[in-house]
């Protein structure tokens, strides 16, 4: 099995092919770091300074409305990047909470080290592209319209193709809330697919 480091190089060439030197300062902005399940890597109203990569293990980020119900907004499973960007991007408190659902094992990435290698590196800003088109505007795109158009058993059946690889790991509960539906509604839609 890969290490941390060796397992984030692979994932960062999938995006886009780094410079020696580019990889280099890429690295210079990370350190493995250890979650165990239940434990918060980011807690709403911090002010965040980094992101993370994760090796092993299976996050969440969620929001907390008035009378303290979570709301997930997002999971990620090995090889992706937890963080609250909008928050790192204007240096303000983070509105979401990411928790570890497994124990982690993840690459801190030192925001501000990360963002100075990214000005100055083509190629960075190149896998930074790609990246965000690929996670922030398709992904995020799609999930929007099926929120607002489909109906709960469109959406639980789009969840079960988009996250296959990991619906075995995560509780009813939080499926049902990524889903904006109670685990009870999600039990209904459930036996009615079969």
Known sequence: MLDAIAHLTQVVHRYSALSKESLGLYLDACKVKHLKKGQLLYRIGEIPTSFAFIHQGLMRSYVVDERGNEFNKNFF??????????ALLQGTPTLLAIEALEDCVLIEIDFKLFRSALLT???????QINYLETHWLLEKEQKEIEYLQFDAKQRYLAFLDT???IISRLTQY??????????????????DLK
Request: aromatic letters at 8%; proline letters at 8%; a positive charge.
């Open 163 to 165: 996250h296959k690889a």
């Open 77 to 86: 499973a090995e090889g992706r990047f937890p963080g609250c960007m909008s």
């Open 121 to 127: 590196k083509p190629d960075l800003m190149i896998y």
């Open 174 to 191: 939080h499926i049902a809330s990524y889903l904006g539906i109670t685990p009870t509604q999600l039990s209904r839609v459930r036996k």
